[in-house]
């Protein structure tokens, strides 16, 4: 059974930390490119940061780019969100999603991980 288990959101002050987590298992973990997203009401959800799953290949929206850094440890079967100097407009539903380009394409999602930034 596939499980994507967010953790680590909550109630920060601008210009504060998180550190999300995403345990994954019931798939190759090491094979999936693995992405966070956001997504606030009314919107569409949007793509925070990615990490390929072989070369580690990392990309960042730039509205997020010098404050977030995403990781992965595949031993743990873990990915990772380190989001420093939050602001306000960082305040979503955070969601780990895990895919594979292959044929079929695979790709599963957590249920998401409150993150609010308020003073």
């Known amino acids: 059974q596939v499980q994507l288990v967010e953790s680590g959101g909550g109630l920060v002050q601008p210009g504060g930390s998180l550190r999300l987590s995403c345990a994954a298992s019931?798939?190759?973990?090491?094979?999936?490119?693995m992405r966070w997203y956001r997504q606030t009401p009314g919107k569409e959800r949007e793509l925070v940061a990615a990490?390929?799953?072989?070369?580690?290949?990392?990309n960042y929206a730039d509205s997020v780019k010098g404050r977030f850094t995403i990781s992965r440890d595949n031993a743990k079967k873990t990915v990772y969100l380190q989001m420093n100097s939050l602001k306000f407009e960082d305040t979503a539903v955070y969601y780990c999603?895990?895919?594979?380009?292959?044929?079929?394409?695979?790709?599963?999602w957590g249920q998401g991980t409150q993150v609010t930034v308020s003073s």
């Open positions: 999603n895990a895919v594979n380009l292959g044929v079929p394409i695979q790709n599963y």
């Open positions: 019931g798939f190759a973990f090491s094979m999936y490119t």
């Open positions: 990490i390929t799953g072989v070369t580690g290949r990392i």
